[in-house]
DNA sequence: TCTGGGGTCCTAGGACCC
DNA sequence: TCTGGGGTCCTAGGACCC
């Protein structure tokens, strides 16, 4: 059997752990740059607010039913997450950490008399100890345990555990699942299967094998398989390397002068190359966008791809293909919004090939880098950064609403007074 | 006024090899 | 008049996830 535990309106409740009063309120949580709702509380998913809606388009409800907003306060929610994550490798070692919330459970180990009370026990434990609530459900598949936690997470009777563990239950559950409900069917799929009469997970298990594979390639017929109770879609024990490494932000304010893009792309070359350096991996690929909003008029966008002459991570080096980049499509006149920088190409960072005119002293480079990252990580993030980075960052982004980094930072620890 | 960020996997098609 | 068979690698684009 496998597990999933989803934390509940995971941003919202990390909110709710260090200030109370917002129990039994409405609140949300804004994306980056204060720009949409990422995390809904029940009550204002009850009033019918949708997920990822601009914030400006329902300014009104907020209002008229006093909705806290906050931004997000990602420092806070990795933290927490690290810690729930903890709790539940506590109880059961073998797991998959899929995302911020989210984690798979392996239970092949456990007697099936037992994972009932494993299950409740840890849940219990979890919000104990941090005071995130979760719902966990238990499936012999991935697939089917998703299934079994919305039915957790949805359905009060349940208290937030979902054993599926007959095929009669499988049956019932998969027959009040719409397609749109499965992990791994979206919108479009959605779409096309019901044009063709395809409305439920039971009726997609009852469909044949070609037709899947022919209609939805591969990953469709994983899901199916999954459906039907046989494991398609293995655990994932050792998070892999990243192939790809990207760095992306809005912009709080229009740009227009070069100065400050460069800025900004520095920022994001050195933000990437670092996460590069943590996997201890190198790149071979540069890529670097701009773009103005895409929701008015006056619209560019453009990307230059930079193949580096020799595999690297070091910052400096990253930094200046990624600014000659950005010269190469700069057009002045136009008012920027975003700007990101992807690296690809990534291999690990040992045995790479050697290039005969290669003109960097490398093992410099690799020292000086290693000593930054070292003090970073002593001191906190950028307690040393390139100058090229820009100071003022007149560019970064709108967190107009931010709670206090409780746990992770010493000034913001929370007071009480007794 | 205001519209997020960071990923993965799969397929088709083109270029190339012998 | 007639024009093979069997591969690999790479990329763009489209789908999905949270």
Known sequence: MF?????????????????????????????????????????????????????????????EHDIAVYSSNYALYADMSRRVMSV????????????????????????????????????????????????????????????????????????????????????????????EGIWGIGPRLSRFLKARGIYTAWQLTCTN?????????????????????????????????????????????????LNELRESIATY?????????????????????????????NVYQNFRVISLPVPTSCTEEITEYALYGLESIFKAGYAYKKAGVILSGIIPDTGVQQNLFDTVPRDKSRQRMNVMDLINQKNGNDTVYFASQGIRKSWKMKRDMISPAYTTNWDEVLTVRV
């Open 3 to 63: 597990g999933i535990a989803d934390c509940n309106n995971f941003y919202v409740s990390c909110e709710r752990v260090f200030n109370p009063s917002l129990e039994n309120k409405p609140v949300v949580v804004l994306s980056n740059n204060d720009g949409c709702i990422v995390a809904r509380s029940n009550e204002v998913k009850a009033l019918g607010i949708a997920m990822g809606i601009p914030v400006f388009k329902v300014r009104n409800l907020i209002k």
């Open 88 to 179: 539940l490798e506590q109880f059961i070692p073998s797991m998959e950490i899929y995302s911020i919330d989210e984690a798979f459970l392996d239970l092949r180990g456990f007697s099936p008399e037992r994972i009932g009370d494993l299950i409740a026990n840890t849940r219990k434990t979890v919000m104990q100890w941090t005071g995130i609530p979760l719902s966990i459900g238990v499936a012999p598949t991935k697939t089917l345990a998703k299934i079994a936690n919305r039915v957790a997470k949805k359905n009060a009777d349940y208290k937030g555990v979902c054993l599926l563990n007959s095929d009669a239950m499988r049956e019932h559950l998969l027959k009040h699942t719409a397609v």
């Open 209 to 257: 094998d070609f037709w899947i594979k022919k209609n939805l390639t591969v990953t469709g017929l994983r899901t199916v398989y999954e459906l039907r109770g046989i494991p398609a879609i293995p655990l994932e024990y050792n998070i892999p390397d990243k192939q790809q490494i990207c760095t992306s932000r809005s912009f709080g304010q229009p740009v227009e002068k």
């Open 269 to 297: 070359a050195a933000r990437s190359a670092q996460k590069l350096r943590q996997q201890k991996s190198l790149a071979n690929t540069v890529l670097i966008y701009i773009r103005t909003n895409p929701f008015k008029e």
